[in-house]
């Protein structure tokens, strides 16, 4: 993980509503990249879970999750 990793840090989906608008693009990069990262090692398919990045973090922020 890179030294100033949001993913990292992140401990609940709850913690989205702190983060301002290019920490969620910053985050999104990190999930796509450690996308990419674990299929390159264990194969699988890549496409369909690089397309719902930002709608998995739009769900979350929308609904209030984890709740």
């Not at 989906?13 to 702190?18: D, F, I, K, S, V």
């Not at 796509?32 to 990045?53: A, D, F, P, Q």
């Amino acid at each position: 993980m890179e030294e100033n990793s949001i993913l990292a840090a992140l401990q609940s989906p709850a913690q989205l509503r702190g983060l301002e608008g290019e920490q969620l693009r910053q985050l999104a990069g990190e999930i796509r990249r450690t996308l990419i990262k674990t299929v390159s090692e264990n194969g699988g398919h890549l496409s369909s879970n690089l397309g719902v990045v930002e709608l998995t973090l739009a769900l979350h922020l929308c609904f209030d999750s984890p709740e």
